[in-house]
Structures are given as C-alpha cells and as structure tokens.
C-alpha cells in the first residue's frame, strides 16, 4: 500500500505541476500553442532522465546505497523548491521572442528540473524495489501511477484552476511534494536492507522505442491541432493527454482489454475519418471535428500502448523496458517540438504520425497470419497507398504555385497567398489581411471603410494627431488609416508576420505606404503594454488578435482590460475585432466592461467581408458619432468573467 500510494501521488504531482507551470508562461509567449508542446518536450526529456536515473541506480547501486542517494536528492530537491519556489517571477518575463523554446526549456529546468526528475524515477525505481521485496509483477504499479496522473489532469480544470489561483496552487503543490518526500523515504527505508537485482541482459527492442514514441508524435501532434483551431488553455490541453494516458492505464492494467482485431480495424475507420476533420469544409464544423480527432487519438494510442504491452519484459528488465518507453515518448516530443518546426512549412506531424501508427497496425496485424502473409501484406499496403493518397491534400494545402511563401516557426504556420486580384496574409486557415495588386492603398475585409474599424477611423476628430496602439500587426492593413501626425504603434509576436508586414522586402505595403508614424514593437502585446510605464496615453487602442482560432484568452481577462485602461486617454476608445467563425466573444468582453463600468457599442456588417467588432469607452459620448452607426453592446449577463486565473473559450462557443 505504501508503494502504490507514493506512485500514484508522484504521478499526480507530476502532471499538475505540467498544468500549474503551462499556464504561468503562457501568456508570456502570446498564448502560442507552441507553448505547451515545448513544457511537454521539457517534461518528456525530464521524465527519460529520471528513467535513466532509476535504471542507473538499481542495476549499479546495492539497495542501502540506492536509498541513501535516494534520500539525499530529495532532501535536496525539497530545499530547492522552498529556496526557490515553485513559479518564476516578473524578473523571468521574456525581454525578446527570439528563442522561445530555449528560454522555457532553461526556466522549466531552474523551478522545477529536480523535484521533477525525482518524481519521474518514482515509477521504475519503487516499482523495482516492490519487485523485489514482494517478488510479484510491479506492472499493476504502471497502470497505478498512470492513474493518479489522469486525476491530475482531470481535477485541474475542473476544480483546481477554476478555484484556485496559481499562488495558491503553487503553495499546495510544494506542501504535497513535501508529503512525497517523506513517503518515498519510508519506501526507501523498506527497500534498503535487500541486495540489488541485477538487470538482466534484456535485449534492445526497436518497438519498445518507435510504438511509443508514434503515441507520443500523435498526442502533441493533436494537441496543436486542437489548440489552432480552438485555443489555447488548460482544459484543451488535458483532453488528449488524458486519453493519452487511459490507453496506459487500460493495456498495462489487462492483457484482455486490447485486442488486435478490434482496435486496428476501429483505428482504420477512424483514421480514415480524420481525412475529412483536416479539409477546410471541418473549420465550420469544430466539435464534430474535434471530437473526432480525439477519438482517432484514443484508438492510436490504444493500438501503440496495447503493442508495447505485449512486449514487456520480465522483472529483471523492469527498469531497461520502462527507460526504452521514455525515450519513445521523448523522441515523439523533439519530433513535434523541435524538428517538424525547422524541417516543416506546415503542420504535418498529425499526418505523419497518423500514417506510421496504420503502418504499424499493419505489421502487427501480418503477425497473426503466418499462413498467408503475402495476400495480407499485399492488402496492407493497398490500405496504406490509399490511406496516404487521401492525406496528401490535406499537405499540399502549404504548397502550390499560388502559394509566394509559407513558412513556419514557434507561434505557428504564416503564408501569403496570391489569390489574383489580391494577395492575402495567412495564419493557419485564418486570414490577417487582404491587399489589393491593382490598388495597394485599398482597406479590404474585416478592415475595410464600411467596416466598424472603418467607420470608427472615419468618425474621429481631425483636428489633432492621434496615438493608437494595434494589438495583432497582421499585414498592417490599419496602418493605412494613419494620417500626417499620427502615431501607430504596433504590437506583434510573430517575427515573419514582422517581415511580411514591416520589413525592408515585404510583400504587403500598408506599413511602408502609411502617412503615419509606425513604430513596430516585437512581443507579446501585453508584456509589451505593461513595460511602457513612462509613455504618453493612447487615443485608440484596437485589438486584433481575436479573428483567429487559437484565441489568445490572456488578452482578453479582466487584468488585460485593466491593463489597457491604463494605457488608455480617459477620453480615449477600445476597439476589439471580435469577428470568428465558432466562438462570441462580444458577450465575454461585454461582461468584463460591465466589471468596469464601461460604455460598449457593437457594429456588424457583412459586406464586403462578415465583420464584427466591438467599441468600449469610459466616457459615453466619446462612442455617440453619428458615422459610427453603433448598436447596442451584447447583453452580458449570461457570458462568463474571464481572468488570469480561470478563462474557458469553450463557454463561448457560439450556440
């Protein structure tokens, strides 16, 4: 009991502490998918070094030595973590965009490198020293700790995050780590006194690597599919992931629960449906879309982790099996994390990834037809020609002559597009911006003269130079609205979008053609905002982060709106793009206006591109122009509050 308690509290800890540190970065990096991937990279890497860890001390170290170096590095750890705590402060906010993936990497590895290799090694390690004491399988311990790490990720968005502030998080977590400390040593205690087993000459076995390491391409793959066209928060973060791990929990728990000739053929007919939650005809169907995805995801896993568990070892090989599914899982996230972004133009892994698992079904399947494996195997690869026939759309999508550039980095996948009479600025499958070839000076689409933006640009005094703050560059289509005097200062994370719309070869003109003043400030918006304690308040301040999918939630919480007031002239005017296929959010920033007391007003149009946006003032006459043609704000009182510490896109979700 003591050993299956520990586990399953270690395993817990482990992927709250994934949640509670996620969410604290990620409004530093502007809510970039990117973000979670790269913990995830940090935790999978951390979780093989603890493996390795585990296997080092128990097939080198007798059992009173690895107790006491046990011991010790948890004394450790746990001074660390009260010495240093648990989440980074102000001091440790990015100063520039440049390396992202360095930069979380270094951060994970300071807070919490330690304490978290520690509870990675719990797994292996106490699993062999119950091996050893109790002489049964410790493969029932597996299923025990995957467990504990599904209630993890089931508490945290449902009770934990809602309720609980990060501060408080942390404090609870530290004091529970605290508990593991003391419970590990008792385990350590109980296993000292035996000799340490030897590991047995367990030969390497490719698929303990590759089976794993498909699940875990599959897994992020998924996620950062999901977080583009939703967004990006703890909720959707945790779905895959659970499924992820109640595929461990099911095929290590049962040798009955997975069977080939259920699951292969279910992951075929799901696979197959995956080709359509990728065509642009799913991008107005997201739940069905989603859903599927996550159903496809299950069965892969399922058929990866239901393989690797027929293939484990005996207890000598405990140690060597579980290091092998480390590395697996770790090699997934470089994959996804770390090569895709420089190999890639575009998101392809979840293809990828899709086709190796049915080629790995495949080979497994030709195991049970000894007989006839020729006609089998000649029907196989059919499956796969066809099935990779049927996916390649869905790439090609990147590429093509009508395609001048496309290219992909941390924040996500940006092409320009020539789409005849114009060219167009994409992220993903959301368009940030039209410009014409014939008139380059032309505003189009959410932009354009008849658009609120548009009419808002046209009602405002023209007497005195304005200063406006745009969050979201975009093709840097509201530049051309500046006139002679004006300040526009733009606020933008993503360096190619930068190049695209700023630099010295762009392709789109707005910035360069504009009579106004246009400074360009690298960064997250609201970091941004927050370092300018000494300048001059804003006129205008225009939010155009939202028409895309990954909603960037931390722009638009309760703190972010006290954050722009500030920045903002007391006379001055919110104007928020709220334009989105799936989700409303005018009644989310109706809700945190009515928290302020703010006027809103509404304008929506449909020519010549469906648009709506939303206009917030603290000063009601300031809205009240009459070329605005303004409407009521939405009705606030059945949306949600957003803030820093809890906000679900999924509440906004049109209905």
């Excluded at 360095?102 to 990675?120: A, E, M, Q």
């Excluded at 897994?219 to 967004?231: D, F, K, P, R, Y």
């Excluded at 195997?377 to 999508?397: M, N, Q």
Aim: charged fraction near 15%.
């Amino acid at each position: 009991m003591r050993f299956a308690f520990t586990i399953f509290l270690a395993a817990f800890l482990l992927f709250e502490v994934e949640l509670i540190l996620g969410k604290a970065v990620l409004p530093w990096y502007g809510a970039s998918p990117s973000v979670w991937t790269t913990c995830m990279l940090f935790f999978q890497m951390t979780l093989l070094l603890g493996y390795l860890y585990a296997h080092l001390l128990v097939s080198r170290l007798s059992g009173r030595a690895q107790a006491t170096v046990h011991v010790a590095l948890l004394v450790a750890s746990l001074a660390l973590l009260l010495g240093v705590g648990l989440l980074p402060g102000n001091a440790w906010k990015p100063l520039t965009t440049d390396h992202p993936v360095r930069d979380i990497l270094i951060l994970l590895s300071v807070f919490i490198g330690l304490p978290f290799l520690l509870l990675s090694a719990s797994g292996p390690l106490l699993g062999a020293w119950y091996a050893r004491i109790s002489q049964r399988s410790p493969y029932r311990l597996y299923a025990v700790s995957n467990a504990g790490s599904l209630l993890a990720l089931l508490a945290y968005p449902l009770a934990v995050e809602p309720l609980v502030a990060l501060p408080g998080q942390a404090a609870a977590w530290t004091l529970a780590y605290a508990v593991y400390c003391v419970a590990s040593a008792a385990c350590a205690k109980d296993a000292a006194p035996a000799p340490a087993a030897p590991a047995g000459p367990e030969p390497f076995r490719a698929l303990w690597v590759i089976l794993p390491a498909t699940a875990s391409l599959l897994l992020l793959a998924s996620t950062n599919q999901i977080s583009q066209e939703v967004a990006v928060s703890p909720l959707l973060w945790t779905m895959p992931l659970a499924l992820y791990l109640l595929s461990l929990i099911l095929t290590f728990e049962s040798d009955r629960i997975y069977r080939r000739s259920i699951f292969i053929p279910l992951f075929l007919g799901c696979a197959a449906g995956t080709v359509w939650t990728l065509s642009p005809q799913a991008l107005y169907h997201v739940i069905p879309a989603v859903s599927l995805q996550l159903l496809t995801l299950f069965v892969a896993c399922m058929v990866c982790h239901g393989e690797v568990a027929r293939l484990k070892p005996g207890i000598s090989g405990l140690t060597g099996f579980y290091l092998a599914v480390a590395g697996g899982g770790a090699l997934g996230g470089l994959l996804v994390t770390v090569v895709a972004p420089q190999v890639f133009d575009g998101f392809w892994e979840l293809q990828i990834g899709l086709w190796t698992c049915a080629a790995l079904a495949a080979r497994q399947t030709l195991l049970d037809f000894p007989v006839s494996r020729r006609p089998a195997a000649v029907v196989a690869a059919l499956i796969l020609v066809a099935y990779g026939a049927a996916l390649w759309p869905s790439l090609r999508r990147f590429s093509g002559p009508h395609v001048l550039h496309a290219s992909r980095n941390f924040y996500g996948v940006v092409r320009v597009v020539d789409q005849g009479p114009t060219l167009v600025l994409a992220s993903g499958s959301t368009i940030h911006g039209w410009q014409s070839k014939e008139n380059p000076a032309q505003v189009l689409g959410y932009f354009a003269p008849e658009s609120g933006v548009g009419r808002l640009f046209a009602s405002l005094p023209a007497q005195r130079p304005r200063r406006v703050a745009v969050v979201g560059l975009g093709a840097g289509v509201l530049c051309a609205y500046g006139r002679k005097g004006d300040h526009f200062t733009c606020y933008e994370i993503n360096p190619t979008v930068i190049a695209l719309a700023a630099g010295p070869a762009a392709p789109f003109r707005f910035v360069a053609n504009s009579p106004a003043q246009v400074e360009v400030v690298a960064g997250d918006a609201r970091l941004s905002l927050e370092r300018e304690t000494d300048a001059p308040p804003y006129d205008l301040i225009v939010l155009d982060a939202f028409s895309g999918d990954a909603i960037p939630i931390h722009l638009m919480t309760r703190e972010a709106l006290d954050l722009y007031l500030r920045r903002l002239a007391p006379t001055g005017i919110i104007a928020a793009n709220v334009t989105n296929r799936f989700v409303d959010l005018g009644p989310v920033l109706a809700r945190l206006a009515a928290e302020r007391g703010l006027t809103v007003r509404r304008v929506d149009v449909d020519v010549p591109k469906r648009s709506r946006w939303l206009f917030l003032a603290r000063d009601p006459a300031a809205l009240d122009m009459p070329g605005l043609g303004a409407g009521p704000g939405p009705d606030p009182s059945a949306a949600p509050l957003w803030t820093d510490a809890y906000g679900n896109v999924l509440q906004a979700l049109e209905k």
